[in-house]
């Protein structure tokens, strides 16, 4: 290349850029930092407490225990599993439940047995009664006849005593013999004996009726006594065989134990079969449908002095990602007195509301179930960025502060001895 030509070509950039680029971006610059500054001093941040949380049923979870001791057979479900009412969730093979069988068995054959005798006493009884009606009424119309007989002798003997008194005055006259005169006589004492008889008769038939009365109204009293034994006896049975029909799926020695409600079960006790169990022990927990639901938290030591009551909570749930399904909310409904203890070590109780029982995404909405986890932000404030910056200062002040402040009970002297 020509040297004409290298003095024609002009330079590709300036050694140094025109003043009004440099002015622009010291302008740039001091806006940004003034903006950086106003945000330090201006901007609150949410200032929270981190805690853990499970969700739970307000009401807490229906127990599923053993009604005897025994060894499991068999487990029909898991853990999270929904179920519905009397569903079966274990088999148990007990010895206890072969004699309740047995007994069982025994209290049926005793109602049956019971029921029999009860039918056999009133036949007895009804047979008897209507013997003893009979009877009164053959007494009642013996005693009527009776009643006529006397009566018919006692106008005979009227008659027949007339009838000696005119041949008594014959013969005291001369016209009769004394044999004519005293065979009326004779015929007055047969009709006296006859009638005498009659009304014995009669009593005798008035004492068979009024004994038979007796005895209808003792074999009535015997019969309810008796009525009322078996009842009772059947009474008693009845309520031992209800007792033993309220325990489901009994066949042999084995038994089911049914779901109390409908719902999930939340937490099983006993896994795998071949458990032994004692009775009353807990085998599962289910959580009832349509129970209201918390979240139990476990706050740590230091954020207890900042939780209060009815401050708002973020709920992040690990079941329901928050980057896709959002924050939930809910409010601090209690804080516990007393701490209790933890996997991580000490924590405080805290119970807080749910803002919403279901959790939407992609226009789909998931119900909260009891037992799902998650991380909780309780919001008990709001602080400036600078707050949190010269926070490590302030703690660095306290920490080399060797004298308590002026009025605090550690800064006055003990009482009797020297300042």
């Given at each position: 290349?020509?040297?004409?030509?290298?003095?024609?070509?002009?330079?590709?950039?300036?050694?140094?850029?025109?003043?009004w680029a440099i002015q622009s971006l010291a302008t740039v610059l001091l806006l940004l930092?003034?903006?950086?500054?106003?945000?330090?001093?201006?901007?609150?941040?949410?200032?929270?407490?981190?805690?853990?949380?499970?969700?739970?049923p307000v009401r807490g979870t229906d127990p599923v225990r053993s009604l005897h001791?025994?060894?499991?057979?068999?487990?029909?479900?898991s853990e999270s599993q929904t179920v519905a009412e009397h569903d079966i969730l274990f088999v148990l093979a007990s010895e206890q439940v072969g004699d309740r069988v047995a007994e069982r068995d025994t209290v049926n054959t005793r109602l049956s047995g019971g029921r029999g005798r009860l039918g056999n006493e009133r036949a007895k009884y009804e047979s008897q009664r209507r013997a003893d009606e009979q009877e009164r009424h053959r007494i009642e119309q013996k005693?009527?006849?009776?009643?006529?007989?006397?009566?018919?002798?006692?106008?005979?003997?009227?008659?027949?005593?007339?009838?000696?008194?005119?041949?008594?005055?014959?013969?005291?006259?001369?016209?009769?013999?004394?044999?004519?005169?005293?065979?009326?006589?004779?015929?007055?004492?047969?009709?006296?004996?006859?009638?005498?008889?009659?009304?014995?008769?009669?009593?005798?038939?008035?004492?068979?009726?009024?004994?038979?009365?007796?005895e209808m109204t003792s074999r009535r009293a015997g019969f309810s006594e008796i009525e009322r034994g078996i009842r009772e006896d059947m009474t008693t049975f009845q309520a031992r065989k209800d007792m033993l029909e309220r325990d489901a799926l009994r066949?042999?020695?084995?038994?089911?134990?049914?779901?109390?409600c409908a719902g999930t079960i939340v937490k099983l006790h006993v896994r795998q079969a071949g458990a032994v169990v004692d009775e009353n022990d807990l085998m599962a927990e289910v959580v009832c449908g349509g129970e209201p639901l918390r979240a139990d938290l476990r706050l740590p030591e230091r954020g207890l002095a900042l939780a209060r009551v009815g401050q708002p909570v973020k709920l992040l749930y690990d079941a329901f990602p928050y980057e896709r399904y959002g924050v939930q909310y809910g409010t601090l409904r209690w804080l516990s007195p007393a701490s209790a203890a933890g996997p991580q070590g000490p924590a405080f109780r805290a119970f807080a509301d749910l803002g919403a029982d279901r959790v939407g995404a992609e226009g789909r909405a998931q119900a909260v179930l009891p037992g799902m986890t998650g991380r909780a932000a309780i919001i008990v404030?709001?602080?400036?960025?600078?707050?949190?910056?010269?926070?490590?200062?302030?703690?660095?002040?306290?920490?080399?502060?060797?004298?308590?402040p002026a009025g605090s009970a550690a800064s006055r002297p003990i009482e009797g001895t020297r300042p």
């Open positions: 290349m020509s040297t004409a030509t290298r003095r024609e070509s002009p330079p590709f950039l300036d050694a140094e850029p025109p003043p930092f003034a903006c950086g500054i106003a945000i330090v001093f201006v901007v609150q941040i949410p200032e929270t407490i981190s805690a853990t949380f499970v969700v739970e001791r025994g060894t499991v057979t068999d487990v029909r479900v005693l009527a006849a009776l009643d006529r007989q006397a009566q018919l002798k006692s106008s005979q003997l009227a008659l027949s005593r007339d009838v000696a008194d005119r041949r008594r005055r014959e013969y005291e006259a001369g016209v009769v013999s004394w044999l004519d005169a005293n065979r009326p006589r004779l015929e007055v004492d047969q009709l006296e004996s006859e009638l005498e008889a009659l009304r014995a008769d009669g009593t005798d038939a008035k004492n068979a009726l009024s004994r038979l009365a007796y066949d042999g020695n084995a038994m089911g134990v049914p779901a109390p404030g709001r602080r400036t960025i600078a707050g949190y910056a010269i926070e490590p200062v302030r703690q660095l002040r306290e920490s080399l502060s060797s004298a308590p």
